[in-house]
T-cell receptor, first 115, second 110 residues
Framework: GAGVSQSPSNKVTEKGKDVELRCDPISGHTALYWYRQSLGQGLEFLIYFQGNSAPDKSGLPSDRFSAERTGGSVSTLTIQRTQQEDSAVYLC?????????????FGPGTRLTVL | KQEVTQIPAALSVPEGENLVLNCSFTDSAIYNLQWFRQDPGKGLTSLLL?????REQTSGRLNASLDKSSGRSTLYIAASQPGDSATYLC?????????FGGGTRVLVKP
């Protein structure tokens, strides 16, 4: 398919371990977003990439969270020293061009459970 | 600060009834508004994006309206079916991101 893909679909880890979540955006989309969906918190923005520009990291909740986007395509969200409050569904989205005003297309998400 | 609100949080209707889902926003200079559907354990599926210059947008049984002056968007789903059961979210752009409402969880009873 030509949609946004994410892997893994589910991840169970122990508190204190590091995890990496992957996102493959729609081919040709220059903008990529990460969001987190927690029970009781709704959907919250984490980070935004646009081409080769510096990413907008304003939504990252702590310095344990980081993300990269290599070659303007695939992105990896890394959470170091996971905590139980990091348990959530992590959603990736992409859009054709820059900015939140463009229609965003979402992947299926990665469900992270921290024990 | 932009806020997006969806009331009610949950809605149950019998099959065949029309669904009316509400979304309120505080930004009168809204650029566009996007409606999504989310099935349990799944990602978000984009349903409709309505530009600020439009008053409504239609796709099949779905119709979304936008009233900037009152700060409201409404998603109408005609002749609801059990397969329409899902959570419906609205979102508006805020800088480089979308700001989401809390969603309305819909159950269509056969």
């Amino acid at each position: 398919g030509a949609g946004v893909s994410q892997s893994p679909s589910n991840k169970v880890t122990e508190k204190g371990k590091d995890v990496e979540l992957r996102c493959d955006p729609i081919s040709g989309h220059t903008a990529l977003y990460w969001y987190r969906q927690s029970l009781g918190q709704g959907l919250e923005f984490l980070i935004y990439f646009q081409g080769n520009s510096a990413p907008d990291k304003s939504g990252l909740p702590s310095d344990r969270f980081s993300a990269e986007r290599t070659g303007g395509s695939v992105s990896t969200l890394t959470i170091q020293r996971t905590q139980q409050e990091d348990s959530a569904v992590y959603l990736c989205a992409s859009s054709l061009t820059s900015g939140g005003a463009e229609e965003q297309f979402f992947g299926p998400g990665t469900r992270l459970t921290v024990l | 600060k932009q806020e997006v609100t969806q009331i009610p949080a949950a809605l149950s209707v019998p099959e065949g009834e029309n669904l009316v889902l509400n979304c309120s926003f505080t930004d009168s200079a809204i650029y566009n508004l996007q409606w999504f559907r989310q099935d349990p354990g799944k990602g978000l599926t984009s349903l409709l994006l309505i530009q600020s210059s439009q008053r409504e947008q239609t796709s099949g049984r779905l119709n979304a309206s936008l009233d900037k002056s009152s700060g409201r968007s409404t998603l109408y789903i005609a002749a609801s079916q059990p397969g329409d059961s899902a959570t419906y979210l609205c979102a508006e752009p805020a800088g480089n991101k979308l700001t989401f409402g809390g969603g309305t969880r819909v159950l269509v009873k056969p």
